[in-house]
């Protein structure tokens, strides 16, 4: 008898040791997923394909919640103030994770200190269009016109920052010719006003612009990637009329920092295994994105090597907030 109570006294001890996250059912309720852009955007097409996948697995329901604005920043900061406890999450991206630290005057939040970084999923090419009034069909008349027209035409983005944005300044700073930014608090405004000439162009994520080309409401150019893409292999590489150009988005899962080790395990785990299923592998691909997995390190690395590189372009360029 003695020897049983002290065998339980044990057992109970060492529960009392481990941590509370050994024994919780994570998850047990639904989990937020903050887009911090608008509905419509690239961004919410990819999170809302990969989330019924990992709503399924995880055996909860995964709520998309937009929060547009401030260059990634709104969504982002809510994020970095919720309870690091795995039921908030958010879609972080090439312009939360890197291009703002170069771009924006102050960034209220540090990616290594405020931020878990979980998983990349995706990388994206961006595809260069333009209005039916602009008269140009390649990438060498649109710099042509640009030439003999400068300040003519006026590009838009989905915001400050965004490749849409840095991709044309690139294309500015490497073709010499002279453009009006405009940016938009969402890429279905920008949208609006290239298919209405409120604007001419746009060199924006393949999952807005292609399907605008293929409906014949805006003319493709060219995609941003080095090669041209196996799902539009007769719109052009940009590259191939201006040598060296390449701009590629990517982006994934973050959460705010702190959260334990092994539910930041589970949820790479599991996304992983989301973005290998046949269908979000079909939705991506119908959606113009490239599935990049990647562990927690891997998506700490990327981030890093992509601030660096953006904050040379940022410089190169001359881009500038608006």
């Given at each position: 008898?003695s020897?049983?109570?002290?065998l339980v006294?044990?057992v109970?001890?060492?529960c009392?040791?481990?941590p509370?996250?050994?024994?919780?059912?994570?998850?047990?309720?639904p989990?937020r997923?903050i887009?911090?852009s608008a509905p419509?955007?690239a961004p919410?097409?990819?999170?809302?394909?990969?989330?019924?996948q990992?709503?399924q697995?995880?055996?909860?329901?995964i709520?998309?919640?937009?929060k547009?604005?401030?260059?990634?920043?709104?969504?982002t900061?809510?994020?970095?103030k919720?309870?690091?406890d795995?039921?908030?999450?958010?879609y972080g991206?090439?312009?939360?994770l890197a291009?703002?630290?170069?771009?924006?005057?102050?960034v209220?939040?540090d990616?290594?200190?405020?931020l878990t970084?979980?998983?990349?999923?995706?990388r994206?090419?961006?595809?260069m269009?333009?209005?039916?009034?602009?008269?140009?069909r390649?990438?060498?008349e649109?710099?042509?016109y640009?030439k003999k027209?400068?300040?003519?035409?006026?590009?838009?983005?989905d915001?400050n920052?965004?490749?849409?944005?840095l991709?044309?300044e690139?294309f500015?700073?490497?073709?010499g010719v002279?453009?009006?930014?405009?940016?938009?608090?969402?890429a279905?405004?920008?949208v609006?006003?290239?298919i209405?000439?409120?604007i001419?162009?746009m060199?924006?994520n393949?999952?807005?612009?292609?399907?605008?080309a293929k409906?014949?409401?805006?003319r493709?150019?060219?995609?941003s990637?080095?090669?041209?893409m196996?799902a539009?292999?007769?719109?052009p590489a940009i590259?191939e009329?201006?040598p060296?150009?390449?701009v590629?988005?990517?982006?994934?899962?973050v959460?705010?920092?702190?959260?334990?080790?092994?539910?930041?395990?589970?949820l790479?785990r599991?996304?992983r295994?989301a973005?290998?299923?046949?269908a979000v592998?079909?939705?991506f691909?119908?959606?113009?994105a490239e599935?990049a997995?990647?562990?927690?390190?891997?998506?700490?690395?990327l981030?890093?090597?992509?601030?660096?590189?953006?904050a040379?372009i940022?410089?190169?360029?001359?881009a500038k907030i608006d």
């Amino acid at each position: 008898m003695s020897s049983r109570r002290s065998l339980v006294k044990f057992v109970l001890a060492l529960c009392a040791a481990l941590p509370v996250s050994a024994f919780a059912a994570y998850p047990d309720k639904p989990i937020r997923l903050i887009v911090p852009s608008a509905p419509g955007g690239a961004p919410d097409a990819l999170m809302r394909a990969l989330a019924p996948q990992l709503a399924q697995q995880l055996g909860v329901s995964i709520v998309i919640d937009n929060k547009p604005g401030g260059s990634y920043v709104i969504g982002t900061m809510e994020l970095v103030k919720s309870a690091p406890d795995g039921y908030t999450l958010a879609y972080g991206n090439i312009v939360s994770l890197a291009t703002n630290k170069s771009l924006l005057p102050s960034v209220p939040y540090d990616v290594e200190k405020d931020l878990t970084l979980i998983a990349n999923t995706l990388r994206l090419s961006n595809m260069m269009i333009v209005n039916d009034s602009v008269p140009v069909r390649t990438i060498p008349e649109l710099i042509a016109y640009a030439k003999k027209n400068p300040g003519k035409l006026a590009f838009g983005s989905d915001g400050n920052g965004t490749t849409a944005h840095l991709g044309v300044e690139l294309f500015k700073a490497m073709t010499g010719v002279n453009m009006l930014h405009v940016p938009y608090r969402a890429a279905t405004s920008a949208v609006t006003d290239l298919i209405g000439g409120g604007i001419q162009l746009m060199m924006i994520n393949t999952p807005v612009s292609a399907p605008m080309a293929k409906a014949g409401k805006a003319r493709a150019l060219g995609v941003s990637s080095a090669q041209r893409m196996a799902a539009y292999p007769d719109v052009p590489a940009i590259a191939e009329s201006v040598p060296g150009f390449e701009v590629s988005a990517w982006g994934g899962i973050v959460g705010p920092a702190h959260i334990p080790k092994d539910i930041v395990t589970r949820l790479n785990r599991e996304i992983r295994i989301a973005l290998d299923s046949p269908a979000v592998r079909e939705r991506f691909k119908l959606l113009g994105a490239e599935i990049a997995p990647s562990t927690p390190e891997e998506f700490l690395e990327l981030s890093r090597r992509e601030t660096a590189k953006w904050a040379k372009i940022v410089k190169f360029s001359g881009a500038k907030i608006d």
